[in-house]
Structures are given as C-alpha cells and as structure tokens.
C-alpha cells in the first residue's frame, strides 16, 4: 500500500484566492501567455505556516501536469536550494505570473498590469499575513521586479522591513547558448546561501553551511516532496526532468504538452 503524503490543498484566505483568480483575458490569454493549461497557484505550505518565500517567474509544461509551481527542472534545483538553508517543508514558492509564457517579449510587459499586480499581492499579503515568513528569494529578474512592486505598497514595506532578503539568478539561467554559465549560476546562488544562511531562525532541520561546487550533485537535486503535490502522482514525476514537453505541432504549441514516461 502507497502511503506518501500529499498536498491537502490550501486553506483561509489562499484557499479563496485560489477560488476567485483573474481568468486567462486577464493575462492577455490571446498572445503571451499558455492559459489553455490554466492557473498555477502554489507549491508548498498554504495554510499560514511557511517561513520561507520563493518567487518565481512562471509554470511551465511540468508544472501545468502536476499543477503546482517549480516542480520541474527549476523546481528541484529551487528545493536543493531552500533545502541548504534549512527549509525541507516550511515553505511557499509563488511565481510572478499565475499562467505560463509562450512569448516573453509579449508577456513581461504585463508583469504589473493592474489585475496581475493585484492577484499577486494578495497572495503576498496572505503570506505574511500569519506572521511567520522570516525569509524572501527571488529567482529571476520577473520575480524580483514582482517583489520590488509589492514592497512598494504599504503591506510591502512594512513586512519588507522584517526579513531577510536576496534576489538570486533564475534556476535554469545556464541555458546552452545563454550568457550564464553553469559556474555563474552557482557562484550567484552561494552569494544567496552566504547572506541568508546566517539569518535563518527557524529551520525545519538545522544544518550547516555547504555552498555549491562546480556543478549540482545529486543531493543538490532532490525529488519534489510528495507532500508538496496532490495525491497519486507517481515517483517519476516528483524526481526526474523533462518528462513533459511543449508539443512541436504546428499551430499547436500553445495547446499540446507531450509527456514520455521514464
């Protein structure tokens, strides 16, 4: 019998703004934005009990499957991350946008329309609501502009004032052919490690300080906790990469996700 925890879903106000999003007109649906999939809200502790906040940039095609953020490729290196300060469960990653891009040219522009800009400070606002979130990362340019228009408004500033902050490259900056080498993203994220780590006072598990080497080790790939994802979905999804893929059909890119079981 399979006994893994799963994720009972969020609770309060999150569960309210997870009942009441901008549907995809909102999100420019006809040109940016991968709506056909729907809203990705969350991953991790939707119910008042995090202590660490991730924001990210957008889901993508793993994401819309097991229909929780960063929890893909970006997703494991993400949890290695929160993982090395600390956090194994205390938790919640949001992203800058609830839909995923087609065409970031087209996207970004809207990452402060009114409606979006709204959403998203609800949802950081029930974060902070309850008073425990001690720590803040951004992964990315679109999370830290997200983050920067939320510390603009009064709620912003003042819970601004009362953590740890660190804006960190995006999980998958090192794409071939970028300008971010594999080393960069690395040495970025240990920068984040060195100024974060020592600010941490209430871990989930205390650990030390190990920064990251030359290239992510496989403890710094850890599966995505079952507890994390609704119930029934497999191993495999939790703990490989690039399972799921835009589908190459013509005319069909924004519609068609291929999925290959390892």
């Known amino acids: 019998m399979i006994t893994d925890a799963f994720d009972t879903g969020p609770t309060g106000?999150?569960?309210?703004?997870?009942?009441?999003?901008?549907?995809?007109?909102?999100?420019?649906g006809t040109d940016g934005f991968r709506s056909l999939w729907g809203p990705i809200f969350y991953r991790g502790r939707a119910n008042g009990s995090a202590r660490l906040l991730a924001i990210g940039q957008d889901p993508a095609q793993t994401e819309a499957v097991t229909r929780r953020c960063l929890s893909g490729q970006a997703g494991r290196r993400v949890q290695g991350f929160v993982e090395k300060l600390g956090y194994t469960k205390s938790y919640l990653m949001i992203n800058a946008f609830l839909y995923g891009i087609f065409n970031q040219s087209m996207a970004l522009p809207h990452l402060n329309d009114p409606d979006v800009l709204a959403y998203r400070n609800a949802w950081l606002e029930a974060a902070f609501a309850p008073g425990k979130i001690e720590t803040v990362v951004t992964f990315g340019t679109p999370a830290f502009n997200?983050?920067?228009?939320?510390?603009?408004?009064?709620?912003?500033?003042?819970?601004s004032a009362?953590?740890?902050?660190?804006?960190?490259?995006?999980?998958?900056a090192d794409k071939p052919g970028g300008p971010i080498t594999r080393q960069e993203l690395l040495?970025?994220?240990?920068?984040?490690?060195?100024s974060l780590h020592p600010t941490v006072q209430h871990p989930d598990v205390a650990t030390p300080l190990v920064p990251y080497g030359a290239d992510f080790t496989a403890a710094e790939l850890p599966e995505i906790p079952s507890r994390d994802l609704p119930m029934g979905l497999q191993p495999w999804m939790r703990n490989t990469d690039f399972w799921a893929s835009m589908s190459a059909t013509p005319g069909n890119q924004r519609a068609n996700i291929s999925i290959e079981v390892p």
């Open 13 to 28: 106000t999150f569960r309210t703004l997870c009942r009441t999003y901008p549907d995809d007109t909102v999100f420019k």
């Open 146 to 159: 997200a983050w920067t228009a939320f510390t603009a408004t009064p709620v912003g500033a003042s819970v």
């Open 162 to 172: 009362t953590v740890s902050f660190h804006k960190a490259l995006h999980p998958t």
């Open 187 to 194: 040495e970025n994220w240990n920068v984040a490690l060195q």
